[in-house]
């Protein structure tokens, strides 16, 4: 087992060092931000001052030679446009992203799961049809159009919700967060709902192909004959050994609710990473860009290693092959 913890972390610092390479070397390829920092009427002179304090008369490869050395030192460089550590901003706005992508996951898992359970012990039945219908619906549309139409019901049309913001927040641990009041519940739920949606969709067609060719292997079969209950059948049988993909997929999804919840937070006005990094590439910040997706690989990262370990709790198999 600790020789497949190493092996992953080793696979982790070389995807993290190749990662970095090439978002440096694509965001230093995408124009040039001194003419968006200097005043339009900054002489020849004035231009190439600013250029050699901010680092941006130098080769990209010395430039990222300089970028990898602080880097390993916990700096990512200075925001063009705030003048603080782009770290720093990215951690601001990250409990916002944070809390929004966990409750999506949230209504994921209550909601994904239960129904693809259901519907792959029924299979045929209403529900079942029901279920892979609303999955079809669920993986093609587009979350853009979802959003505005969330706010149109519910919003403008109805007047249950807010369309934009994160309300009220209060103090956990010295982080805002919204969830812990009824006002940043109410905010939250829109986007929350237009984040889930597809998961929700994804997670139970997961759930309901495991359950089907679950439901027929030969240990199932003879725990029924034994008169196993439909309960403990359901929770010491079925369950576990359909949560090893279930897992991988909501593991891995997690992660894109993190890092790709950029139209969401556009839509609804939600004070997060995804609405940072859309005001970064506008305005060519390339150390909040390239920040936010350091950040976003080390969440990845950490995500899947994570979810490499729960196979070994939820699978004695892969310990037996690790040990």
């Keep these: 087992m600790f020789e497949m913890m190493m092996q992953r972390a080793l696979q982790s610092v070389l995807v993290i060092f190749v990662m970095s390479v090439l978002a440096f070397v694509g965001i230093n390829l995408?124009?040039?931000?001194?003419?968006?920092?200097?005043?339009?009427?900054?002489?020849?002179?004035?231009?190439?001052?600013?250029?050699?304090?901010?680092?941006?008369?130098?080769?990209?490869?010395?430039?990222?030679?300089?970028?990898?050395?602080?880097?390993?030192?916990?700096?990512?460089?200075?925001?063009?446009?705030?003048?603080?550590?782009?770290?720093?901003l990215i951690f601001e706005r990250m409990p916002a992203t944070f809390e929004l992508a966990t409750m999506a996951l949230l209504l994921t898992a209550l909601v994904g799961v239960p129904l693809g359970l259901w519907a792959g012990l029924r299979p045929g039945s209403r529900l079942h049809k029901f279920a892979m219908s609303f999955s079809i619906f669920g993986v093609?549309?587009?979350?853009?159009?979802?959003?505005?139409?969330?706010?149109?019901?519910?919003?403008?049309?109805?007047?249950?919700?807010?369309?934009?913001?994160?309300?009220?927040?209060?103090?956990?641990?010295?982080?805002?967060?919204?969830?812990?009041?009824?006002?940043?519940?109410?905010?939250?739920?829109?986007?929350?709902?237009?984040?889930?949606?597809?998961?929700?969709?994804?997670?139970?067609?997961?759930?309901?192909?495991?359950?089907?060719?679950?439901?027929?292997?030969?240990?199932?079969?003879?725990?029924?004959?034994?008169?196993?209950?439909?309960?403990?059948?359901?929770?010491?049988?079925?369950?576990?050994?359909?949560?090893?993909?279930?897992?991988t997929a909501m593991g891995i999804e997690f992660g894109h609710l993190i890092a790709f919840s950029l139209?969401?937070?556009?839509?609804?006005?939600?004070?997060?990473?995804?609405?940072?990094?859309?005001?970064?590439?506008?305005?060519?910040?390339r150390p909040v860009v390239v920040a936010y997706l350091m950040v976003a690989l080390l969440l990845f990262v950490i995500i899947n290693f994570v979810v490499d370990m729960l196979y070994l709790v939820l699978d004695p198999r892969l310990r037996t092959k690790a040990a």
Excluded at 65 to 76: E, I, K, T
Aim: some cysteine; glycine content about 10%; hydrophobic content about 50%.
């Design 30 to 88: 995408v124009g040039d931000p001194i003419h968006l920092l200097v005043a339009p009427d900054a002489s020849h002179e004035e231009i190439q001052l600013a250029s050699q304090e901010l680092g941006l008369d130098l080769p990209v490869h010395e430039q990222y030679v300089r970028f990898l050395g602080n880097a390993l030192r916990g700096d990512l460089g200075n925001s063009f446009v705030f003048n603080r550590p782009a770290v720093g």
């Design 140 to 247: 093609t549309m587009p979350v853009f159009w979802l959003g505005l139409i969330l706010i149109l019901v519910f919003s403008v049309n109805l007047g249950w919700l807010p369309s934009g913001g994160r309300g009220e927040t209060t103090s956990l641990l010295g982080i805002q967060v919204s969830f812990l009041t009824w006002d940043g519940l109410k905010f939250m739920l829109l986007p929350a709902c237009t984040l889930a949606l597809n998961n929700i969709a994804l997670i139970m067609r997961i759930t309901e192909a495991g359950t089907r060719e679950v439901a027929v292997q030969e240990y199932v079969k003879f725990a029924r004959a034994k008169g196993v209950g439909p309960t403990r059948l359901m929770t010491r049988h079925i369950l576990p050994n359909v949560l090893i993909p279930v897992v």
């Design 263 to 285: 139209i969401t937070e556009t839509i609804f006005a939600w004070p997060g990473m995804g609405k940072l990094i859309i005001d970064s590439v506008l305005q060519l910040d």
